[in-house]
């Protein structure tokens, strides 16, 4: 297909802009191989580290010679000159200044290029780079993401990238518009939603400002999320997962041999934390939450027990809540400690019961009401988790940590990274965001 690139495309000529693009990619890829630019330094600013050769060798199919040369083109500024020692050329505040030029991008553009190409150039290298979270994917067509810190959404149509990425996954790159479209290119790794929060972080750590400025300034950074990541894959990392209490969450399932099972029953049944279930012959251990919960003498769920032939099964989410549970349990006559099995939340045979005499779960079938309830009881919990203290926000409640502007944006970042909760029952469930962002009088766009 032949164009005219000094004809700028119609605004809803995707295959004409699409062109452009490529024919521009085409041209930056020739000035770089025939140019001496590249070198170890410039390999190790964007890296932050020694590692290049075993990260572009590594990651070679995941787009980091692209991701490296997006940023080498639009953000890279060389040192014109070393400061002259003998010459006045330092700040006020004493340190030596260093003069850079302009970037590639600038370069071409002042000395022009077709118009087409000029434009998607031009919008590329203006966009801040930013970490996006997949919303949906029309496979082999487009892809909506949304703008992980700075907020705002993005209808990316880009054929190859939506036929093999899946929602909930992150891109690190910019979004940029041309015509009435919007384009992506990478600027790091592609990262599961468990890193996105992680990955802010770090990007935080090493001074980069969450701003349309900032982003651009720090741009370099994001090259530093390769070696991160890799390190991220190589520990086999999975982040900690917490319960209400700020345990780490593991499935404990202890089982406690008993002398007599009915003086266990009247034990339980004198306990003020304790509830029993007739309809499933458990008993339910909670604890009742005091005036700064959410709702005030609303009860939290520790954990569940059942008899089993001759023993107690306990399950509860941590290790703390089993030592806690033991401490009062072994005082009721004839109940030992025999065990426990422990099961982080990735594998799902914790839902097997440990004996396996109780028979195999009782499928159930989703039902209209039944994904109605559960959306309003996820939509009453995701509510009231704006007014829950949180690890993460250093014991704050969302509401409190949006009384500084660090605090709204750490908050925002949380509620855009937030995955619907997964279950074999397979309902849809709606995370209020947008009421989310009301509530707390920050911008959801």
């Not at 518009?177 to 384009?183: A, I, L, M, N």
């Not at 914790?350 to 499928?363: A, K, L």
Request: with cysteine; aromatic share 8%.
């Amino acid at each position: 297909m032949t164009m005219d690139m000094n004809i700028l495309p119609a605004p809803d000529d995707l295959a004409g802009w699409k062109m452009a693009e490529h024919v521009l990619s085409e041209r930056i890829s020739y000035r770089i191989r025939s140019s001496r630019l590249v070198n170890p330094a410039l390999l190790k600013q964007y890296f932050g580290c020694k590692n290049d050769d075993y990260l572009l060798d590594k990651y070679a199919d995941l787009a980091v010679v692209h991701a490296f040369t997006e940023w080498v083109v639009d953000d890279y500024r060389p040192i014109l000159r070393s400061p002259d020692k003998k010459k006045k050329g330092k700040s006020k505040r004493g340190r030596k200044a260093i003069r850079r030029g302009k970037t590639l991008a600038e370069k071409m553009l002042a000395a022009g290029l077709p118009v087409a190409e000029g434009k998607v150039l031009e919008e590329c290298s203006q966009a801040n780079p930013s970490i996006f979270i997949i919303i949906s994917v029309d496979p082999g067509v487009s892809l909506t993401v949304e703008d992980i810190l700075l907020g705002g959404k993005r209808l990316i149509h880009d054929k190859m990238l939506s036929g093999c990425v899946q929602p909930g996954q992150c891109l690190t790159g910019r979004a940029f518009p041309v015509g009435q479209f919007y384009f992506f290119t990478p600027m790091g790794p592609c990262l599961p939603n468990s890193l996105a929060m992680e990955a802010a972080d770090y990007l935080e750590s090493l001074g980069v400002e969450f701003t349309h400025e900032g982003l651009l300034r720090g741009a370099n950074k994001f090259g530093w999320l390769w070696d991160w990541y890799d390190d991220q894959s190589s520990e086999g990392y999975m982040p900690q997962i917490q319960n209400t209490d700020g345990d780490e969450l593991l499935w404990q399932t202890a089982s406690f041999s008993i002398a007599d099972e009915q003086v266990v029953r009247e034990a339980l049944t004198t306990r003020e934390d304790i509830d029993y279930d007739d309809e499933n012959d458990e008993y339910l251990w909670f604890r009742c939450q005091g005036k700064d919960a959410v709702i005030p003498g609303d009860t939290l769920s520790l954990g569940r027990m059942r008899f089993v032939m001759d023993e107690l099964i306990l399950d509860v989410n941590s290790a703390e809540r089993l030592r806690s549970a033991r401490k009062w349990l072994e005082e009721i006559t004839g109940v030992k400690y025999q065990g426990v099995r422990t099961q982080d939340i990735t594998d799902m045979s914790r839902d097997i019961p440990m004996d396996d005499r109780m028979g195999p779960e009782e499928s159930i079938e989703m039902t209209p009401e039944l994904a109605s309830s559960l959306n309003k009881y996820f939509h009453d919990h995701y509510m009231k988790w704006l007014d829950m203290s949180l690890p993460i926000l250093d014991g704050k409640t969302p509401r409190q940590a949006c009384k500084t502007e660090a605090g709204r944006q750490k908050v925002a970042m949380l509620i855009r990274t937030t995955s619907p909760p997964a279950g074999k029952a397979n309902a849809q469930i709606d995370i209020p965001r947008q009421e989310m962002f009301r509530s707390l009088g920050l911008e959801s766009e």
